[in-house]
């Protein structure tokens, strides 16, 4: 299979590419980034592309299917607009040049709570990006939708310290729900997704998103 990443630099989106690079499955990795990635392998190609121009890259979104785990925060962007134009523009140009393509498989990190009614600024821009997704009507669509991520080396204090709280809080049999997942663990339950033979639309929650990372496929 030919695979195909936005959000790569990211750190779900580099344990998704190191996967993807090591299963055998897929022959051919294919990244969407604005800045180079430190990292080789033959299987590896990398698209140097500037998200405000989409007719300059779009006709290369080809492959079997595409990975979306393009984001950013509301303190690295410095603006809930510049936010969007990550976390739902860019993406959808993204979805809409696969769709255009013939990619048959979109898989999208989402957000637990996303929903386009939503009066949080992050929940609602999540939920319609959802639909906005789904209203393209791929072949296939999974949409995983995690809580907390637990980022190996994270060097955002408030993110480690709130990951502590909930795993403390865990293990005392509090807030299951939100318990933190290792972006490592959501990369691999990603591409076990992508090896399932099925049609139509899927919604992934936290604990699905442990189930999936373990199965296991001929």
Known sequence: ?????????????????????????????????????NMYNEKLKTHIIDFEKPESWKDLVKGDVAFSCLGTTLKDAGSKEAQRKVDYEYQLQFAKAAKENGVEDYILVSAYGANPQSKIFYSKMKGELEDAVR??????ITIFKPGMLERKDSERTGEVLGSRIIKFANKIGLFESQKPLPTEILAK???????????????IKLGNIFAFAEKTHE
């Open 1 to 37: 299979m030919k695979a195909l990443v936005i959000g790569a630099t990211g750190a779900t989106g580099k344990n998704l590419v190191q996967q993807l690079l090591l299963d055998n499955d897929f022959q051919e990795v294919d990244v969407f980034v604005r800045k180079p990635l």
């Open 135 to 140: 209203k393209l009507h791929f072949n296939k």
């Open 189 to 203: 339950a990603m591409i076990n997704s992508s090896k399932i033979k099925s049609n139509g639309y899927s919604s």
